[in-house]
């Protein structure tokens, strides 16, 4: 009886908000009092989720969970941070959208398709089973189609659901197959426990088929090569879809792939795949973003590069760093995208800050040296206090953050070298070290898997470093390598367009008697 | 460099109106290309000049367009139509056929549509924001060459195009001219035909072509010849003819019915079943002098004019009385201020005035030790005196630079982290946690996350300082400005305190602040302004010189500074440590009276608000600081007239905010110099925010920046509609409409002046920007002499006594 309330507590307060918007658009009602309502019973299933969240840490008790046969949900810790965040950051964005819609005409759309979706992912994120993973995998996809379609009149948005809805079906439909296969040999639902019994039992070149199809729907949810072509055509839905898809949508691509990793995991060709399809995204996407001159545009290509470096992580076997990078990016991007007018302001305020002094390159040397040490030092004491047990792949995942600590810190102290930075930001940067380290640990210890994995070796990690160093340097516009770095600026300023005109048979060259003058 | 070509581009250019950087929002009328001719030739493909049939007849229905309205705009229209007719034995007038006939004929108005993007325009929109971009993460190689050579040495290289198009732009000329004429020879364009050609092209992605075109002016990175030169060898490499935009006509009268169906509708419902065939034919001579094509603008006008009646009755005439107020409050022009004044003047002895926002202070001003400057000055004038600040109290002053040092490493480090290739991905790992601590407190409490921002990062602006208008001006300046402005705004006797009120909008997440803030400031806070000006105003040489041109300024009076905040109505006294210890109690009872005021007004602003209500004005006031408000404030929503006279003629009158107040006197002004530089200054940019919101209001998706919630920023520049496309013009729907409803009537702006009708016509026929508004029916002028003369009506023959109907709401 507990397992059943807890449940529905936390799994079915989208659905109600969305039925009730529904009903709510049918009779008529204001679309303020619908996103209303709706947002309350959203926000009433978080408080929900973290109640439970909180008495299953305290409690020693089973996950858990209601079947339906061999169907079922259950609430582990990654289905109950799933779903915390994902009616956590649904219900903020919707109580957002209360005043950022007012009086749109498609509020109670947006209201129902969001609840739509946030439902299917909550449901997603607490599935126990196969069938009912996909179930509610295929409905988010469907689901964000639906939200895309908030202003359909407008050519973009059609665009938009065009070209999500046909990478959705694609990856989708190489998805059904594995799990329909799966389904069939097992005579039933599946629980997500027994899969990789169930996988072993077929023939090893099935296995291998089945684990490349699952990996192409999270590829192609989270925006990865070679389906990467959807996200930037969602900008002309209303800004709360844009943050909204950061509530475990676009995300929702490392989680199938540590629910499913009983049947991918054990492929390390697989898991190599999933690694080079992330650190690929990684680089290309963060070169698009640097030439986007639209403060959208960089946040989407962002979020595609970021989602590179999360699926990267799950090709590492890193699951728990995934789904942390998961949790803290959604926060990180969703606060960006609502707040993405606040250029004009924040421009207005940036003018009245005093202006730069140029330093003495033995205080620039100062500052870089001992923004490193800095860094290196308090990430190295946190990480021995916390988690003194070391893989590969996690001191590589920690590389990142030391460099972007002395990145941080490096340029802190070369725009103002004074007693005052210095002391605030190495005692920040130790502070969010600590922090880190120690968030990150429990993160580890509630999530590792407990299946056996075959992850891509750590040093692959090499090749995405060197890509996104080789762009970096190529951004500041060398004098060498000028043409790679023309090629490189021109095809990330046109990877958005579309196919130009009919070619034309022969090129048309220019007289050079026109050269000058006008045409007679 | 070929001049004639140049030229060529400059001609067909001349009609596309400059359109202003959106954190710099200057209002602007986007078809002042057709200001020179009549208002009604302005219509073309996707651009709407009238409402719907059915919104006027809804407007009829509830009395704001009354029979007498309509009679008088066709009067005005239609000047044969008079005398009397039977039909059917019922004698009527020709004018009551004609108001009949407009009541049952059908018309649509013209489809505003947003005209398809073609391939060509993403592409030329995608380089043009690449090479414009104005905070680049990776600057576009090559920038320095200017746009069109940049793109010929990139466009090379670029994989999208095929590759017979590739070759053909490594063979283009260096000069974008020398490119652009060889394309037009191969596309066969004739010589004649060069600049017809050129102008169907700019039609194309107009928002990016406006904004050229103002950078060139402007900043002179990029030009339209640059522009066409990209455009026109694509076309010529693609073989694409050049094409006029496509858009259906402008008036579809395939519905409209035929002159006869209308004369009899109209013979019928006069004579019923005894109608003849004569009585339909005599209906259908009076027809036919008011086609249905013409009955949109018939509506319009009646529509403009029943709200000039409204207005001309609700004019007083009270003159003057000479006692001398204990306070006077200066504040701008905008239709906002009228709110706060009318609350203000319930304390009988306050006198009130209204001046252009910038109170006739042009600077370019710098705070103390900032980086960057603002033109706080109309867009008509170019800035020559910078002003900045100088602080009180020098340590606390170097403290405040420290801070800002502080703030700025702090900005630049999570700037650079974000920005790198390398780094966000941690970044967004470890302060992903605060941002959602961020987002969660600016959600759900916008004002307690004001406050802690405010005490984290203290404004710049509370530094006690003093602005440097010696250094700024000269003496002679300063007492020119200073004249100019009393005799403008006719302060005939100044008040012991006299109070200059700029105003600046408060708002967060709002990519259209700007358009809240004063014009007359370029779209920023009039607070530096009005602390000049009330410097100059109380710098005893300046007081010394006024005093030798006749305009004496009493000792004991003191002239403050102030700020009004348009979102939370609260007016805040600036440079507060200036204020003379003798005038501390009457800044005290002016922030008294200004609170009540306030309170009242937030509470009636409340009432028309979207979503906000007259019982929660604190709630109003906390708009200021929510990030998820599209609606701060209504800006200048609802503008409809001018009214350039004494504030005796609206003391007492709820205007509704609607109306731009000019304080003038006659007395003050003998040769009519001031009234000249008012009609020409101050009332042409309330004309270009009247049309501006007329537009915008009318076409949301071709001159109007459509709905907010789509918008994506690039930089500071301007917004796109989603992730491509033409950069958007004018104001969102937000300024001006809720849901498929609109808050802003859209009215040409009705100006009426008191002031003697001679020397208003000198001036107009002087000035011919006046001339082509006033000719053509972009504007309409009503003036009086004097307080108790009539009011009569500007015409391009003369004055006529103004028709004010007496019957309606």
Redesign the interface.
């Known amino acids: 009886m507990y397992d059943w309330l807890v449940v529905s507590g936390v799994t079915l307060t989208p659905w109600i908000a969305g039925f009730c918007s529904a009903i709510a658009g049918r009779v008529g009602m204001s679309g ?1 009092r619908a996103a209303r309502v709706a947002a309350s019973v959203v926000g009433a299933g978080f408080v929900v989720t973290v109640a439970v969240a909180i008495a299953a840490t305290a409690g020693a008790r089973q996950p858990a969970r209601v079947e339906f046969g061999s169907t079922y949900l259950h609430l582990d810790a990654l289905a109950l941070l799933m779903s915390m965040l994902v009616l956590g950051l649904s219900a ?1 964005i919707q ?11 498609r509020q109670v759309w947006f209201v129902s398709a969001a609840n739509l979706l946030t439902g299917f992912t909550v449901s997603m994120a607490c599935a126990g089973s196969v069938a009912l993973f996909a179930v509610a995998w295929i409905g988010a996809g469907a689901a964000l189609v639906l939200l895309l379609a908030t ?1 359909r009149p ?4 059609r665009e938009g659901i065009r070209r999500t809805g046909s990478r959705f079906v694609i990856a989708d439909t190489a998805f059904l197959v594995p799990v329909v296969i799966l389904l069939v040999v097992a005579g039933g639902d599946i629980p997500l426990d027994q899969l990789g019994a169930v996988t072993e039992a077929l023939p090893a070149p099935l296995q291998l088929a089945g684990a490349v199809l699952l990996v192409a729907a999270a590829l192609a949810r989270s925006s990865q090569i070679p389906f990467q072509g959807w996200l ?2 969602t ?6 879809v844009s943050a909204l898809m950061h509530a475990g949508v676009v995300n929702a691509g490392a989680i199938l792939l540590i629910r499913f990793a009983p049947a991918i995991a054990p492929h390390q060709s697989v898991m190599i795949g999933v690694f080079l399809a992330g650190a690929v995204t990684l680089v290309y996407a ?2 698009v ?3 986007r ?6 946040l ?1 290509f ?1 979020t595609m ?2 989602m590179g ?1 999360m699926i990267m992580a799950c090709g590492l076997g890193a699951f728990a760093a995934a789904i ?2 998961l ?10 995208f ?8 924040q ?2 305020v ?7 002094r140029p330093h003495s390159p033995l205080a620039l040397a100062v500052a870089v040296s001992l923004s490193v040490l800095v860094s290196l030092a308090a990430l190295a004491a946190a990480k021995w206090m916390f988690s003194p047990t070391v893989s590969t792949a996690s001191v590589g995942l920690l590389v ?2 030391a ?3 002395a ?7 070369s ?2 070298f ?1 007693s ?2 210095l002391l ?2 190495a005692a920040s940067i130790v502070m ?1 070290a600590f ?2 380290v120690a ?1 990150l640990q429990v993160f580890t210890v509630a999530l590792e898997p407990a299946t056996p994995l075959d992850a891509a070796p750590a040093w692959l990690l090499a090749v995405p ?1 060197a890509g ?2 080789a ?2 340097l ?2 500041r ?1 060398p004098r060498q390598l ?2 790679l ?3 490189v ?6 990877t ?16 050079p008697s ?7 | 460099m070929s001049l004639i070509l140049r030229a060529q581009v400059a001609a067909a250019a001349h009609d596309i109106v400059p359109s202003w950087p959106v954190a710099s929002f200057i209002a602007v009328n986007p078809l002042a290309g057709h200001e020179p001719r009549p208002f009604e030739t302005a219509a073309g493909p996707g651009v709407a000049l009238t409402r719907s049939r059915d919104a006027y007849l809804a407007a009829a229905d509830r009395g704001r367009i009354v029979d007498a309205d309509l009679e008088a705009a066709l009067a005005e229209r239609v000047p044969d139509l008079s005398g009397q007719l039977t039909i059917g034995g019922t004698n009527v007038t020709a004018v009551s056929v004609a108001v009949l006939d407009m009541k049952s004929a059908q018309w649509k108005p013209a489809p505003a549509a947003e005209p398809p993007a073609s391939w060509l325009d993403e592409y030329l929109a995608t380089w043009v924001s690449s090479y414009l971009n104005p905070d680049p993460l990776w600057a576009m190689p090559h920038q320095q060459l200017g746009f069109f050579h940049a793109w010929r040495t990139l466009a090379r290289r670029d994989p999208s195009l095929p590759r017979s198009v590739r070759r053909t732009v490594a063979g283009l000329p260096l000069e974008p001219d020398a490119a652009l004429a060889w394309a037009l020879v191969r596309l066969g364009v004739a010589a004649e035909a060069v600049t017809e050609t050129l102008r169907a092209e700019l039609q194309h992605l107009p928002g990016w072509v406006g904004h050229i075109k103002w950078r060139a002016e402007k900043i002179g990175d990029i030009d339209l010849t640059s522009y066409l030169g990209v455009r026109f060898t694509l076309m010529a490499a693609f073989g694409l003819t050049p094409l006029p935009p496509s858009g259906g006509p402008t008036r579809a009268d395939e519905a409209a019915p035929t002159l006869w169906d209308r004369g009899e509708h109209v013979a019928r419902s006069i004579g019923g079943s005894r109608v003849g065939r004569e009585d339909i034919a005599s209906v259908t001579r009076v027809l036919a002098t008011h086609p249905v094509a013409d009955h949109p603008l018939t509506w319009q006008k009646a529509y403009e004019l029943h709200y000039r009646s409204t207005l001309v009755q609700a004019v007083t005439g009270t003159q003057r009385t000479d006692s001398r107020a204990h306070l006077q409050l200066v504040m701008c022009i905008d239709p906002r201020s009228e709110g706060m004044r009318r609350h203000v003047e319930i304390v009988p002895d306050v006198e009130t005035f209204g001046f252009a926002g910038f109170f006739g202070v042009p600077v370019r001003f710098t705070r103390y030790g900032a980086r960057g400057t603002v033109n706080s000055l109309p867009a008509l004038l170019t800035a020559r005196h910078h002003l900045t600040e100088h602080p009180t109290d020098s340590a606390r002053a170097q403290a405040q630079v420290a801070r800002g040092r502080a703030r700025d490493a702090l900005r630049r480090s999570t700037h650079r982290a974000d920005s790198g290739t390398t780094t966000p991905f941690a970044l967004a790992e470890v302060s992903g946690w605060l941002y959602g601590a961020i987002s969660i407190l600016r959600t759900l409490a916008p004002t307690l996350q004001a406050r802690l921002h405010r005490s984290l990062t203290p404004s710049a602006a509370i530094l006690e300082s003093t602005v440097t208008i010696v250094d700024a001006f000269t003496l002679e300046e300063r007492a020119a400005m200073a004249e100019t402005a009393v005799r403008m705004m006719g302060i005939v006797r100044f008040a012991p305190l006299v109070v200059l009120a700029g105003h600046g909008s408060e708002s967060m997440n709002n990519l259209y602040q700007s358009a809240l803030d004063c014009g007359a400031c370029g779209g920023n806070p009039g607070a530096a302004n009005a602390r000049a000006s009330a410097a100059i105003f109380n710098d005893p040489d300046v007081r010394a010189v006024l005093e030798t041109r006749g305009i004496r300024i009493p000792s004991d009076s003191v002239f403050l500074a102030a700020e009004h905040n348009t979102v939370t109505d609260a007016i805040t006294l600036l440079d507060r440590h200036l204020i003379p210890p003798s005038h501390v109690d009457a800044a005290g009872t002016f922030e008294r009276i200004q609170r009540t005021a306030a309170e009242l007004l937030v509470r009636e602003r409340a009432r028309d608000l979207p979503g906000a209500s007259p019982r929660s004005p604190a709630r109003v006031r906390a708009r200021a600081h929510d990030w998820a408000e599209v609606y701060p404030e209504l800006g200048l929503a609802g503008n409809a007239a001018m009214i350039i006279g004494p504030r005796q003629m609206t003391r007492g009158v709820d205007l509704d905010r609607r109306v731009f107040l000019h304080s003038y006197q006659t007395e003050l002004d003998p040769g009519g110099a001031a009234l000249e530089t008012i009609m020409t200054a101050p009332l042409v940019v309330a004309q270009w925010i009247n049309h501006q919101y007329y537009f915008s209001a009318l076409n949301p998706a071709t001159l109007g920046a459509g709905t907010k919630t789509i918008h994506n920023a690039i930089g500071t520049i301007g917004v796109l509609a989603g992730h491509t496309g033409d950069l958007r013009r004018g104001l969102p729907w937000q300024s001006v409409g809720l849901g498929d409803r609109l808050f802003h009537e859209p009215m040409r702006l009705t100006v009426l002046i008191q002031a003697p009708l001679d020397t208003i016509g000198r001036i107009v026929s002087r000035n011919q920007v006046l001339r082509n508004l006033l000719d053509n029916d972009w504007i309409t002028l009503t003036a009086r002499n004097d307080h108790a003369a009539a009011w009569h009506q500007y015409t391009p023959y003369g004055w006529t006594v103004a028709p004010i109907a007496l019957e309606g709401s």
């Open positions: 303020d903020l109580i957002f959208a209360i005043r950022y819609l007012r009086g749109d005409l202003y407008l050519t973009q948005a930037p055509f900008l002309a839905a209303p800004t709360p963060s070169a973003r640097l030439v001159p639209d403060v959208k545009g960089r989407v962002s590069a970021q470096f942390f990078h949790v803290a990016h959604s926060l990180f991007k969703s606060t960006l609502l707040g993405a007018g606040m250029g004009v302001r421009h207005a940036d003018r009245d800050l005093p202006a730069r990142f953050v460099l972007t600590a990145v941080a810190l490096g340029t802190a102290l725009t103002d004074s005052r930075t605030t930001g969010l922090g880190y968030l470093a996104l160093i762009v970096q190529l951004s516009n000028a043409h770095r023309d090629a600026y021109t095809r990330s300023v046109t958005a367009l579309p196919r130009p005109p009919v070619r034309p048979r022969t090129p048309v060259r220019p007289r026109v050269t000058t003058g006008v045409p007679s």
